[in-house]
């Protein structure tokens, strides 16, 4: 794949949603592995039961309505092996994720500006991005195992977000106009966010995944939970309608 390829993926989506509707295919069944530069808008709308990986880096608008397929962008091996340090280079363009509905998609490496912008349903782990990340998000699941750009969830009202935060630096880039910020406290959310760490090393190999899943007990302490008032708040009156229902 190149640049010139734009919105790769896009067409095949269409037929499998033609003959399967929004339920698509199981996971998995239709693997596309790619080597190169994915073009914008790679993996438009991309419908479940598609996997589609680049073994390079890709450009803007990367998984731009992502419904319900997997995607995963990582450098070659042989260049990882020669020095280059993923976590610190963008492998996904501006915009990546840009009003996903549903599926997953794991960069390995940085991403550019407005990550996630309108996010209503994919899970993402990435290893840092810049500036207005998770903008007017409304569902969805972020993992950022690096450091973050300044506006951080700016209007965001749905979803949550797991920074990787070490040395204190979020809070200042975090937009606290409709979020607080918690810790990861129960038991069950840091085995989810695990998971998700370790998804992401399945697909993508990532070294730096690989030293959050070691020394988890430790690194699971310096995330900062970035979670919408609102959010939480219908969140935990359906905890409580369902305890009060069992």
Known sequence: IDNLNRTAGTMLSYEVSSRFGKEGLPDDTIQLKLKGHGGQSMAFTLAKGITMTVEGDANDYCGKGLSGGKIAVYPKQNVVDDGFVPEDHVVVGNVA????????????????????????????VIEGLGDHGCEYMTGGRVVVLGPTGRNFAA?????????YDPNGEFPDKCNMGLVGLDSIETEEEKQAVFDYVREHVEYTNSDLGKQFLENWD?????????????????????????AAAA
């Open 218 to 242: 430790e690194r699971v302490k310096h995330f900062v939970k970035v979670m919408p008032h609102d959010y939480k708040r219908v969140l935990e009156e359906q905890a409580q309608e369902e």
């Open 97 to 124: 994720l840009y009003g996903a509905t549903a599926g997953k998609a794991f960069f390995r490496g940085k991403g550019g500006e407005r990550f996630c912008v309108r996010n209503s349903g994919a899970t993402t």
């Open 155 to 163: 209007g965001m009202s749905g979803g949550i977000a797991y920074v």
